[in-house]
Structure formats: structure tokens, C-alpha cells
């Protein structure tokens, strides 16, 4: 006869044990706390101190921009470095971001987007610590990562701290695409990671200070502060739109498929309501989706095809996620049956993939199984390299 004791036991811990697995699993994006809403551990960093912050419009802090929560705090904030989009995150992709006094709080801003992409020595001669709280999207060519680069570049040659509040990765389960190949290595390409790299910015800070792709990367004096209750698993929607051509997590899905299409006479839906999240041409039919796109100041001024009824492929619903060339590879081939060039810009296409291989191995007619099959070394090398630098679990 069985031990009722045993079995009552058994039971319990059975109980307990999937109690506790069933809470994890519920664990949402509620539960998630960027390294910016966490200011205990980080406002007594920056007592005292001259601080500099790289923000934009996506630095929030419980409803608050993170310049006004900090200054609530007594923080003394002595300059805003503004990166592509601007400060507020309304400047047109490429647009010159320009030096200026921020209106509300009369802070110095200076531009590290164009022309001086990293400060003076006399700039950061008067600064302590630099913050960095920007939301990311997990995607080697955009640009707020390599400002994170010229920034702590800069910050290691004049001895400033560099603190680092994470923010979740909405593509971080993704870990795809071409290694950029140095030769190659350019604004929208600073680093051998792939296209998709699976990390938060606060991970790649500290991969770019330990694997040394700064000048002077032991000298500097770099924190983080990870995010709470985050799996880079996890599902991510975006509270506040990254980019004006970025405005909900179908674009942030599809951007790293879609992006490639910025080297070509394609539109991917610039000055309309759902920016890359559509595919068209005026010429060359793509499907039946009619759209036209129209200047739209402050997120596409001059978009491609202005003014032109365009026709091709809604992909608003489309479950498409991660890196997928199947729609770039066949829009290719349709440009190549209608004998219309189709890489107007192949140095673009080069820096955008991080090397010339995509741009070749599609032109002599590869499939999209075997341009995968020739990523995978390079992938499980980068995966290896990374290890060291990961916050988070899978």
C-alpha cells in the first residue's frame, strides 16, 4: 500500500512546480522594466555630475521624456546629443540634423547625425558621464547603434564615463543575414555582426568595448543597466514609433526584409500612411495593390515616385518576421524579365547587406535556400563571439 504521506507530498511539489512554470510563462511586456524606468540604480551614478544624454522621442520614462524626468530629479543635464531623426525624432531619414537650444528646458543640442557624427574634445571636456537611452531595432544599417559607436568612441578618448539604459530588442529573437565585411563598413554598417544581431544595445555597447572596435575601448568606463523581467524571446511591441518611417511594429517587423529596396527603383511605401509595409512600382507591376506616394514633411519630404500611382504587394498583414528575401529576390527577377535595371544603386546595396555577395549571388540567380546556407558559418561564429556579452536568456 502506497505511503499516503509520500503521495500528498508528491503532489504538492507537482503542484508548485507547475504553479511556478505557469507564472513565468505569464510574464508580458507589462512586466518588463527598461533600464531607464529603474533610476535607483542609476541616478546615484550621476550625482554630482556633468551629464550629456543621447535621446530622442522614444526616451521615455513612465510617460515623461527622460531630459525632464532626470532634470525633476535634479540631475544638472548639460547638453542633448541628437542623432538621425533629431531630438524629437521629426527629421526625415538622411535629413541634416542641426545644432540648436532645446525650447522647453534650454539645453545646448548638438548633432551627431551628418557632418560631426562625434563630438570635440572641448564638447566632452565638459561633460562627466553620457547617457545613452535610445529605442533600437535590432538591425545592423540603422543608425542609432553606430551613433552609440562615435559616442563611446569619444567618450573613451577623453575619459568620460558611458552609462547605457537598455531597451528591449522588438526583432531579438532573430539572428540572420550576412556578417558586414569590413571592407564595407559604413554608417549603416559599423560592426562584423549580422543583419539581424539578436542584441540590445546595451549588449552590443559591451561587445564594441570588448572586442575593441573603438579607439582606446580599455580606457573606457562603460555601465549598463539591463532590463527587468526581459527574454530576448519575448514579443516587443514599441510604445513610441523609433523612426517617422517606422510608425508600428508591422514596419519594425518588415524592415529588415524590406530596407534592401531603398537601392532600387522600388518604393516600399515612403509618403503614405504604412511606410515599409508595402512594395510598388509604376513601371513594373508587383501586384495589385494600388498606392501614391506624396511628400510628407518631417518623415518623407521627396519620396521615391512622388506623385506616381504605384502598383505591387500590401503587406499591413502579412505574418512575415525576421529576414525573408523572397519578396526582394522575385521583385529582381520581375525588373530582369522587363529588362529594367534593377540595383539603381549597387555601393548602396553592398553597404546596406555589408558586403557585395547578396547583390552578386542574386544577380547569378542563387536561391533564397542557398544565399541562407552560405550565412550559416558566420553565423554560429558570430553566436560564439557574442556569448560573453548576452544579459539575457533565449
Known amino acids: 500500500m502506497p505511503n499516503l504521506s509520500v503521495i500528498r507530498l508528491t503532489l504538492a511539489i507537482l503542484v508548485f512546480s507547475l504553479s511556478a512554470c505557469a507564472s513565468q510563462t505569464k510574464v508580458s511586456q507589462a512586466d518588463i522594466q527598461t533600464g531607464a524606468t529603474q533610476s535607483d540604480r542609476y541616478l546615484p551614478l550621476l550625482k554630482g555630475k556633468r551629464v ?8 521615455q ?37 542641426s545644432n540648436a537650444i532645446d525650447n522647453k528646458t534650454g539645453i545646448q ?41 562615435y559616442m563611446m568612441e569619444a567618450a573613451a578618448e577623453s575619459n568620460t564615463q558611458f552609462l547605457v539604459l537598455d531597451r528591449p530588442n522588438p526583432n531579438g529573437k532573430f539572428t540572420d543575414g550576412p556578417i558586414l565585411d569590413m571592407d564595407y563598413q559604413s554608417f549603416v554598417g559599423m560592426h562584423p555582426i549580422p ?16 572586442e575593441n572596435w573603438i579607439i582606446n575601448a580599455s580606457k573606457l568606463a562603460l555601465f549598463t543597466i539591463s532590463n527587468a523581467n526581459y527574454k530576448r524571446s519575448m514579443p516587443y511591441e514599441l510604445p513610441v514609433a523609433p523612426s517617422p518611417n517606422l510608425p508600428n511594429s508591422q514596419a519594425v517587423k518588415l524592415y529588415p526584409s524590406l530596407c534592401f529596396f531603398e ?9 503614405t ?52 528575401l523572397e519578396i526582394f529576390i ?3 527577377q520581375a525588373f530582369s524579365k522587363a529588362e529594367v535595371p534593377f540595383f539603381k544603386h549597387p555601393e548602396f546595396m553592398d553597404k546596406l547587406a555589408g558586403t557585395h555577395k547578396l547583390r552578386k549571388t542574386i544577380e547569378s540567380g542563387q536561391n533564397l535556400q542557398q544565399i541562407q546556407e552560405s550565412w550559416k558559418p558566420g553565423l554560429l561564429a558570430f553566436k560564439q563571439l557574442r556569448k560573453p556579452y548576452l544579459l539575457y536568456l533565449d
Open 52 to 59: 550629456a544624454l543621447v535621446v530622442n522621442q522614444t526616451s
Open 61 to 97: 520614462v513612465q510617460g515623461s521624456h527622460l531630459v525632464d524626468f532626470l532634470l525633476s530629479k535634479h540631475v544638472n543635464v548639460v547638453r542633448i546629443f541628437a542623432p538621425e531623426h533629431g531630438f524629437r525624432g521629426d527629421h526625415d531619414a538622411g535629413a541634416h540634423v
Open 109 to 149: 543640442i548638438t548633432s551627431i547625425y551628418g557632418k560631426h557624427k562625434k563630438p570635440s574634445k572641448d564638447i566632452m571636456d565638459q561633460i562627466d558621464i553620457v547617457v545613452f537611452d535610445i529605442q533600437d531595432v535590432g538591425v545592423r544599417f540603422y543608425t542609432y547603434i553606430s551613433s552609440m559607436h
Open 195 to 210: 543583419l539581424l544581431h539578436g542584441m540590445t544595445v546595451a549588449e552590443l555597447a559591451l561587445m564594441i568595448k570588448g
Open 263 to 271: 537601392a532600387t527603383p522600388v518604393s516600399i511605401g515612403r509618403g
Open 273 to 324: 500612411d504604412f511606410p515599409f509595409q508595402v512594395v510598388g512600382h509604376n513601371e513594373v507591376p508587383l501586384g495589385k495593390f494600388s498606392f501614391t506616394p506624396r511628400s510628407r514633411p518631417g518623415a518623407a519630404l521627396h519620396p521615391k515616385l512622388q506623385d506616381k500611382t504605384l502598383l505591387g504587394i500590401n503587406l499591413q498583414q502579412s505574418t512575415q518576421q525576421g529576414l525573408d
Open 330 to 332: 522575385k521583385t529582381y
